[in-house]
Each structure stands twice: as structure tokens, then as C-alpha cells.
């Protein structure tokens, strides 16, 4: 009788976790196309329609991100429809991931706990947001999640020889899904070498030792290229960056304020306006994560050392890279610690003795990231870059000898990819990090449009308010505005010499 209520118990337990996946499918598959291909999408994308030998060889020097997402991708690029086609794989992703974190957190914690942390997993609006792009930060926490269920199968099941062949190899791939996952690597050491005795330390030396071995081909491939100036260089790290983050973990990039309102000099005004409900819904958060640490000290203490390091680990060395490095601090190089500390809220809310208080904290999670998700979906504040709108009214009024101003080197990719206009007409133009002077912005200018009648402007994520007003002074200058147009987070100006319209005008 027992063995059948228990056979019944897990069909349940089984129909409930997949309708859980089919909820989570839906959310990720939902609008995977509406928004246009962001810069950091189409330069992975213009990568993967390059020949294979140039996927090996440029994805480090044009990304900083190793070849192993791009020729995945690649089969995929001359499909229809490509926001959705190659934006897919970053789905399947999610969706394993979904799997193999319900099989961490069973276990770690008990099977309610797991199911919990399951649903959080399931409508986190930080992690739809990278189930709907085309990069390779899915595939990361995917690898990550897979090493760390290999990990534990291998400590707590016994260490056949295929786990410890995958484990290897998912542990050496986590590293060349992208260059963060060196951070990650130490933290499984670390996770091995508190989960086994000392007797046992040196064979995960050397079980390491191999890994270290399949990473010298990438170390060898980083170290050797050029140091370039970052996308993001004129960013300098803020404390205000890491409750930043972890309001992002738990609502995801879409309440509060926009990610282009935050780079922006108005960027606090922004964030003050929000306030009143990001300190309430973070303080509560952040309290049930230190509730569920010291439960875990006293009752767990080795899973307690895990997830701490699991949190702390990635983000130390992101916090560490802005400091030493020319790469700003981003969330997005956080996002390793996220199963950990989503898997900490499931432990808090489990371990609350009242159920009427769990459901109430389910709720508010799934609420906020409700009303994120509705504004990710349908609110074009929290868009991206609209670069094939407005990609596709260039390419509609603009001939190809026109040449194109573009706000940095990396915006001009959008006319590029959308337009498919020349290159040699496309100039990026960003001056140095803290250049504002009018003489210089005016010189820059000057030289690039030379003696040319008429030349497009499009600006698009540059976040300096002065070199962006010194720009539109030196144009509105000595053109005049003949064509307007503002797309979601870009601005596209076809600028004429104004005798040029006044003739122009005459004859129409």
C-alpha cells in the first residue's frame, strides 16, 4: 500500500514539475522575436555568418568570448526570421537548465524545497531575459548547473568513470562558453574539496590538473591578443552596483529603472523615483537570504559553504576584473551566482514555520516579476535598441554613397547587419572616454564629414549626455536636419547643408 501511495506521490510530484516547464517554456518562447537584435546580438550574429576559420579565429578579438557559442549558432544564421531561429538555442538552454537545477536543489534540500526554488527558477524575469537572447550567458549557466549535478553525483553516488569523463569536459566547456567561467571553475574545486575528506584532496588535484590542461588552449588564445579598450570603458565602478544586482536577480531588468536610464548622467533620478518599492521587496529578499545562510550554518554547514561560495565566488571576480581590467562591472558577469542565490530564497521560504507567509512570499515573487515581465514584453521603455527599425527606414531612404556617423564603433554594426551598407560608409565615431572639449569634438567631426553635402547621424548607446550634446551642436551647425527619426534607444538624423535643401525644395 505504501510503495503505491508513493508511486502515486512521484507521478504527481512528476505532472506538476512538467507543467512547471511547460509555464516556463511558454514565458521564454513568448515575443522571442518582437525586439530587433541589440549590438552585443548582432556581433555575435555577423560573427557566426563568417567562415569557420574565422569564427576560430576572431571570436576572442571581436567579442572577447571564445568560439564555442558562435559555431553553434552558425548552421542557424540564414535561416527566416533569425531574431527567433538563432535566439532559440538560448531557449533549449533555459529549459535544461530548468531540469538541472530541480536536480541540484532534491539534492541538497528536500523535494517541497526543490519544487519551490523550481517555480523561482521558472518565472525569474532575469533569467527569460537571457532565455530571449542571442549570447551565450544561457549556455554558461546551463554548463555551470550540469558540472555542478555531475559534482555532486560523482560525491554523494560514487565516482564512476563516465561522470568524471563529463564532468571534466563540462567543467573545461564552462570555460570556453565564455571567459567567466575561469571563476566558476574555482569555485567546483572548492565545493569538491569541502564535500570529501583529505585523504581525497589530492585526487581532485588532479582531476583539476586535467581541466587545467583543456583550458591552456583558450588561456594561450586570451593572453596572447591585444588589449582593446572596453564598449563600456567610460563606466567606472559604483557600489551602488551590487544592490543594483541583486534587485536584478530578483525582478529582472524590467522594474524600476531601464537599463539605458541607469547609463545615462540622470541615471540616480531614475533610480530614486523607483525606491519606494525596490528597498521594501529587496530589504525582504535580503533578509530571507540571511535567514536561510545562518539556518544553513547551524543545521547544514557544508551546504552552507557552498552556496556561499557559489554567490560570492563569481561575484568577486567580477568585482575584482572592474577594478584591474578595463571591463566594467555588469550584472551580466554575476550571473553564475544566480542559481545559487535563487536556490537560498527556496531554502528561506521553506524554512518559514507559517505556510500563510511562504505563499505570501511565493506570491510577491511571482507578482514582480508579473509586472517585470509584462513591461519586457510590451513596454517600449524597457526595449532594446530598435536597430532594424531603424536599420530597415535607412535601408528604405538612404542611397548606398551615403556615409552613415555612427555613435561608437560597435553602433554602426546595426546599420550593417539591418542596412547591409557598405562599410567604408559607415564610421563610428566615440571620443575618448572623458573628452567633452568642443574644439577637439569639433575637429573629430570636421575632418570625418570633410566637404560632403549631406551624411546620416545615428546615435545609439552612447550614454555621455555631453559628447552627445557637442555632437548635435557641431551638426545643427553647419546642417540642418532634413529627416528626424527616434526609434527605441536609437536616433537617426539625415543632416544637409541648408542650401542644398533650399534647392532640393525648389525643385520638388
Known sequence: MHSIQQAITNNKSRVILAATGLIALFLRLFNLDSQSFWHDEILSLMLAESSWSQVFSDSYLVTNVSPFFYLLIKPLVNFHNPEFVTRLPSTLFALLSFYFFNKIAQKLTSESTAFTGTLLFSFSAFHIWYSQEM?????????????????????????KKNRLIGFIITTAAIFYCHTLG??????????????????EWLQWCAVFGVVALLLIPGLWEILSLPKFRSADSYRSFQIMSLPYSFWVFLAGYSLGPSVS????????????????????????????????LNSLRKTRFKHFLLLTAWAMIPGSFAFLGSIFSNQPFNTRYILLAFPAVILLWATGISL?????????????????????????????????????????????????????V????????????????????????RPDKHESREEVIFADLQKIIGRRQSFWLYLSRNFNAKQVAEIRKYCDTHFIRAIDKHFSGVELTYYKKPKLITKNLRIE
Open 135 to 159: 549570447r551565450p550567458y544561457n549556455m554558461l549557466i546551463f554548463l555551470s548547473l550540469l558540472a555542478v549535478y555531475l559534482l555532486l553525483k560523482i560525491l554523494f553516488n560514487g565516482r
Open 182 to 199: 575561469i571563476a566558476f571553475i574555482g569555485f567546483l574545486f572548492f565545493a569538491a574539496l569541502i564535500y570529501s575528506p583529505r585523504d
Open 261 to 292: 536610464e541607469l547609463h545615462t548622467s540622470a541615471g540616480l533620478m531614475h533610480l530614486k523615483s523607483s525606491l519606494y518599492f525596490i528597498v521594501p521587496i529587496g530589504l525582504l529578499f535580503g533578509s530571507l537570504t540571511l535567514y536561510a
Open 352 to 404: 518559514i514555520p507559517h505556510s500563510t507567509w511562504r505563499f505570501v512570499l511565493l506570491a510577491l515573487f511571482i507578482t514582480v516579476n508579473g509586472f517585470s515581465l509584462n513591461n519586457h514584453y510590451f513596454n517600449p521603455r524597457y526595449a532594446k535598441e530598435d536597430n532594424r527599425g531603424a536599420g530597415t527606414f535607412f535601408l528604405q531612404h538612404a542611397s548606398k554613397d551615403d556615409l552613415a
Open 406 to 429: 555612427c555613435s561608437a564603433f560597435y553602433a554602426k554594426k546595426g546599420l550593417a547587419y539591418y542596412a547591409r551598407h557598405p562599410e567604408k560608409n559607415l564610421i563610428g565615431y
